[in-house]
Each structure stands twice: as structure tokens, then as C-alpha cells.
DNA sequence: CTGAGATCTGTCGTAAATCGACATAATCCC
DNA sequence: GGGATTATGTCGATTTACGACAGATCTCAG
């Protein structure tokens, strides 16, 4: 004989639920208080659910803050559940399986030719998240994986979750995120990496707890991710921020983009190393190039600071336009100094005084991590519930 | 003896009168369905409302739709209130008092001599909100005004309402919204007037339903509003879209905002009477110019054609960060083909690609009623109750 | 060591609100 | 006029939430 339940207790025993897992471990009074209902309310809902084993009574020691009795704490059992993060870019892949709060429980990475194909490229960081998946422990199909974020370097449209640039050749009109769903089982939410890296500063990194921030993703290439008003934004078709092409130089060279004259294809860092190598004897890269700025290279530093630069202009005008609160310089570019600080120079030079004043420039805490954290944000952040009303 | 009310009755009610405040007139049972409630449950505090006189039973035909008894329509009782909208400019104060719907009772405007102190224009609008009550017969102190907006020509600090920019000369540090509180008695909102021309042109004009919309406002002077997934963006300081001091030449002339080079200073609606009053006998004006450019007046055109260029330019820039769906052309220079045109040919030159695919440039529905359209909005918006679990 | 104070939790009876079922009302269509 | 359809009113049963009281466990002061 099951009672029927009333809208209501599901409502509130929701509620409950929800603080829980939001700000566990926590105690009946303080949920009483947060959610408004009356303590004896909160007892009975709670007896409820620890009758039915969702929640546990966890007898973990309490802060000691006066007198009184103690609080007992609960917690929801069982496995917390897990997050998945995928990172794709131009040379690697990077997974990592991770708890509730985003903390790593494995973490992987592996190398790629630049230029695979998009498949292949799937195909590999599908049999990479099944690799930490049993490293973990974890089976997708008993333990409960919350949510899988993958991030790819280029425009997505936030719609249907297809690739609609070419800026990223042989991605373009791909649904990355569904090709990787079908190959692991499990829904993916995706999102372009630069976006990515700006949710995970903010979460977790150099712009905790501010709400307009531009996250600049520089290495091989160009981009950024904006978080306005405490939200991502990604423009109507998703390419919102994609500072590498928008055009710097009216007569430029053809980019992959299509177009010519891009920031990119004048300053990114690709185009730095085609510019320096012939003064070389080594084969150089982007990471050759930061070792060689951090060693003293004159050469070096001059034409990142011109990168610096060039960018910095580029971002002046989008702080003219936005008025943000920071701006976290990432990604591998981020250990120059020469290059965060032309990029200073120029925010100084190019924008208001009143844009200038509330503005700050900071190098990404997170590193080459910031990625595949932000993964595990938008993962977690699917699994948050919807408000109530929308049609 | 007054029974103690549960929350959740509360709750309940409050949610019935929201639906009957957005959506009136409704029948019981549309409510029913549209809260979750049972059919008895709204019933039952349909009856509490009917008695309390906060609601009442309209008789109106309802539309016929298939048999079945017709429902019997609930509204809420009394006047619906008023909203009333302050759009001050550089030479005029325009104020309507209006329904609910928006829809003005009476509408009134006063012409400025340009550069007015601040305190003396406040003043003229408080005398002129007090008219426009009187002729629409309302006094605030027994009918419900439920909210009072007002854009001024110039950037305001989005949490504290006090001008903070030097653009307006004499309102800098001033909080205008107080101001003119304290003079009427009543609550104001405050905006800057591009973004209400936005709001206004999103919630009745060109751009109904879309989400990513930049306004610009060209005048004599030039400023946009940019509403970003379906939100206002003010930026951290309130000076997000202010692209009429973007710099736009590297040497120019200083502008009034302190910076030098501004595209405002350069092609604003002042600089073009500048450039070409030696031309002519008359004293010109930018209404005037526009008369002229109407008449075919070659050299207007030309110039008016330039400086849609030149703003096209600038919001090339901005389409490129943002990637929105429409630009809406507003205020004066909205009546100039040349200009509109001259912006349509920037935008298509200076976006990539994709970025020019997905946008569309149109001239504002609303006109000079574009201000005093957006003051309404907020003035309404202010009056939606707060989500619940706010801390 | 003891008592006072403070905070947290469990239990019980009561009041009230919701729900579902049934009855009634008003219209359209055949 | 009868049947179908939709809307509303009413009433009793169930369940839920609430408030008060009591018990539990800690800190602090003397």
C-alpha cells in the first residue's frame, strides 16, 4: 500500500536534496533555516530519506562554535558520483575523471600529429576515457558519472553542438560531442575551449567569484572565452570571442579561417615560429619558443612582446566595448612575460581611462589544466536541476 | 480570530496572482493546469480572492472554442497601476505615463537649451512627470504607480545609479535616479538611454524575440545598448557599449569625454553640422541635416554615408567579439538612407564571414520613442517579484 | 566537578491545506 | 432534445506541515 505523495513533500524533500548535495555536510537546523521550512518538517523528511538510504548520518566532528549541542551531519550516500572531463586540442588529448568538487581522481594525456583526423581524434579520447575510467574504478553503467564535458579548439554552435567554422578544417559540420556520447555511452556536453578555460578560472582559478571576465587562450593560435554578467557568452552562432580572427591587418595574409589578415595568422603562435625559425639551426615550436624567451633569447622576447602587443590591442577594443572586470591570460604563451606584458602595455595605451581603471590583467592559475577543468564544470553543471516555469 | 496562514498557502496564492498580473483574464481552470495545482485548490483560493475584492469575475465572452461550458474570467481588481518612463536627452525631456501594457495615456516633451544644468533639467522633468499625472488624472498617493523609469544620454554606475563618466559634463558623481525621486516621491529606476532603446526595440520594436541585439543611438552624439542573451549588459562599471569613445583615428581631436580621437568626436551628429555649416547660409542642426540629406543634398549625403562607414566599422569590430543576431539603427540619424546604408556596407566588408551570415541591420520601429519606451520597461520590470532562495 | 546556558534533535497532537470524486452548470453539434 | 465537452462548486479523507515540549550533548564559568 504506497501512499500517494503530494506535490508538496516532493517539492521540499527536492529542496532538501538539493542543499544537500550543494553544501554537504550539513545539519537539520541549518537545513530548516536555509530552506525556510520548520525544524520538525526537516526531521521528518530527513528520517524519511534515511530510511531509504539516500542520505547518511556522517559523525564527522563539527567545528566547535560555542556551546550547545553538537550538530549531526548528513551527507547524501553512496558514491558521490564522478565528472569526466575531455580536452582536446591541436597536439593532445587530456582526460580526467574527477569527484563532485572537479578534484582529479585520474588524469591523462596523450599526443597527437597536429592535423589527425576528427574521427581518429574522437576514437582516441573515447578509448582514453574508458582507460581512466578503469583506472578509477569506475563503471559508467553502476556508478553514477554525472556529466561529461569535452572542449574542442574552435566555435561550436551552442544549439546543436555542431563544429561550424572552418576554422577547424576537418571538424566542420561534425557534432563532436554526439560522436563521442555514441562511442562511451554516456551524454557529453561541449563546449569550445577557450569558454572552457574562462568557466574554470572563474570557478577555480585567477577570476574566482567575478562576473565579467575575458579568458585569452593563447598558444598556437587565438582565442577567448567571455563570461559576461557571470555567464557564458557565446553569440548567436557560437563564435563570440574569437579574437584570433577577427581582422588586425586589412591587406594580411589568407588564414585557415578563410579570411585574411586575421590576429592569428599575423601573431599566433604557429606563425611566431615560422617567423623565427629561419635564425634556428634547431627545429622549433611554441613551447622551444617560451624556453628560449625564459633563457634571455633577445630575439625571442622582441617578437613576443610584438604579440603581446597585437593582442592587447585587439583585447582593448573588446574591454572598450564590454567594460570587463579582468582579463586571465592562458595557456602556453601565458609563461611569457615579454608577451602578458605587451599585452598590458597595450590595454593601457588603447583603452578609456574609466575601461582602463576597472580593468585587470592577470596570468591563468590553472595552466595547461584550465581545460579540461572547465570540462568538469560544464559537466557538473548539467546535472544541476532546471527552474521551475520554463515552457 | 484570524487562522494562521501556512507558507504554503502563501505560496500558492502568490503564484495565482502572478499568473492573473502576466496573463490576465485567465479562467480557473487555465490556472489549474498552468500552477499544477488541482482544479478544488484554485477554486478555493479563487473564492478567497473574489471575497478579499482582490480579483474579479469578468464577464467577457470568452473565445468560442468547441463545446463545453465557457470558463468565467478572473482579473485582478482596481487599476492595474501605471508605469511611468523619463527618457532626458541633450535637448529635450520627454515623459509618458502609461498602462501596464506600456500603451502611453499621456505623453508630453519639452525642448532644452543644449548644456542645461543638471539639477535645473531634473527639476523641468519632476514639474513635467507632476503634469503628465494630473492631465491622466492619477495621484500616486492613492493609485498604484508602480514604477518609474528614467534613461539619461550618458553611462551610470549599474549598482549605485551615479553618473561616472565625464562624457556628462555636469551629471558627473550626480545619482540622477535620487535626484528625481526625491522630488516626485517615488522610486526610480535608472538607465543609461542607448540600452532603454535596446529594451524598447527587444520588447516592442524591430527586434521582438531576439536575444542578441546591439542598439545603436546616433545623433548628435553616438552610443549602442547591448542586450546579450537576452539580458542587458552594463559591463563592471556601466560603460559596456559605449562606442562613440572608442578611439577611432590615433591623433584626433580631443572629445569631450577626455580621450582624444573618439569616433564620436570624428562623425557624432555635432561634428557633421561642424564640417559642413561653412557650406551653407542657413544655421544647420542634425534635424536639419536630415531634412537636407532628404532633398537629395549631395554633399549631406556624402558625408552622412561616411560616417555610416565609420560607425559600420566600429560595430564590425563589436559584431566580431559578439556575434549577435541584429542591429538596430535608432535616434535621428535612423531617417538617413546614406548612413544606414553606409553602416550595412562597413558591416558586410569588416565581419568574417559567419558573422555577417547570421546578422541583420535594420532601422529602429519605435523612433523617438524609443527612450521613453525602454524607461517604461524598466519601470515595469521593477515590479516582477524576486526569485525565491536569493541570499 | 557541577550547574547554567546554548544549540540541536525527536515526538506528538492539532490545524489546515490539498486532493480526488462527484455533482452541477453552460455551451456546441447532430 | 440528447450527447459530448468543458468549466466550476462542494465535501470528505488524507496527509502534511507546524508548534510546543522534552531530551540530548556540548561549552563555559566558578
Not at 292 to 319: H, K, P, S, T
Not at 325 to 352: C, N, P, Y
Not at 370 to 383: K, N, P, Q
Request: net charge negative; with cysteine.
Amino acid at each position: 500500500m504506497t501512499t500517494p505523495e503530494s506535490r508538496l513533500r516532493v517539492a521540499n524533500r527536492a529542496q532538501v536534496l538539493d542543499l544537500l548535495g550543494r553544501s554537504a555536510p550539513v545539519s537539520r537546523a541549518e537545513l530548516a533555516q536555509r530552506t525556510g521550512l520548520s525544524r520538525s518538517t526537516v526531521s521528518s523528511i530527513v528520517q524519511e530519506l534515511l530510511a531509504s538510504e539516500q542520505i547518511v548520518e556522517t559523525t564527522g566532528d563539527t567545528l566547535a562554535r560555542g556551546g550547545g549541542r553538537p550538530p549531526s551531519l548528513l551527507t547524501i550516500s553512496g558514491s558521490p558520483g564522478t565528472l569526466i572531463g575531455v580536452d582536446i586540442g591541436h597536439r593532445h588529448v587530456r582526460v580526467a575523471v574527477a569527484d563532485l568538487a572537479a578534484k582529479p581522481l585520474v588524469e591523462r594525456e596523450i599526443r597527437l600529429d597536429v592535423d589527425n583526423s576528427a574521427v581518429e581524434t574522437i576514437d582516441r579520447a573515447a578509448a582514453l576515457v574508458r582507460e581512466c575510467l578503469t583506472e578509477a574504478g569506475i563503471d559508467p553503467r553502476t556508478d553514477r558519472v554525472l556529466g561529461v564535458g569535452m572542449g574542442i579548439p574552435g566555435p561550436v554552435d551552442p544549439h546543436s553542438g555542431i563544429v561550424v567554422s572552418p576554422i577547424l578544417g576537418n571538424w566542420m559540420d561534425l557534432a563532436p560531442g554526439e560522436e563521442l556520447a555514441r562511442r562511451i555511452g554516456l551524454p557529453v556536453q561541449i563546449e569550445n575551449d577557450a569558454n572552457l578555460g574562462a568557466l574554470a578560472e572563474i570557478e577555480y582559478g585567477a577570476a574566482r567569484d567575478i562576473d565579467d571576465v575575458i579568458y585569452v587562450k593563447a598558444s598556437s593560435g587565438i582565442g577567448a572565452g567571455l563570461v559576461l554578467a557571470g555567464k557564458l557568452y557565446r553569440g548567436i552562432t557560437g563564435i563570440a570571442g574569437e579574437i584570433g580572427h577577427v581582422r588586425f591587418e586589412d591587406n594580411g595574409p589568407i588564414c585557415r579561417c578563410g579570411n585574411r589578415g586575421c590576429l592569428e595568422k599575423a601573431f599566433g603562435g604557429s606563425r611566431l615560429v615560422e617567423l623565427l625559425q629561419p635564425a634556428y639551426d634547431e627545429t622549433l615550436s611554441v613551447e622551444r619558443l617560451l624556453e628560449l624567451a625564459q633563457e634571455g633569447d633577445i630575439r625571442v622576447n622582441r617578437i613576443l612582446d610584438d604579440a603581446g602587443r597585437a593582442v592587447g590591442r585587439v583585447l582593448a577594443d573588446l574591454c572598450n566595448h564590454l567594460n570587463p572586470a579582468l582579463i586571465v591570460v592562458g595557456d602556453t604563451m601565458r609563461h611569457s612575460e615579454s608577451f602578458v606584458l605587451g599585452i598590458k602595455d597595450s590595454i593601457d595605451r588603447f583603452t578609456q581611462p574609466d575601461t582602463a581603471a576597472a580593468l585587470d590583467v592577470v596570468p591563468s592559475e590553472l595552466g595547461d589544466k584550465a581545460g579540461v577543468m572547465g570540462a568538469l564544470v560544464i559537466a557538473g553543471s548539467a546535472t544541476s536541476a532546471q527552474p521551475p516555469g520554463t515552457i
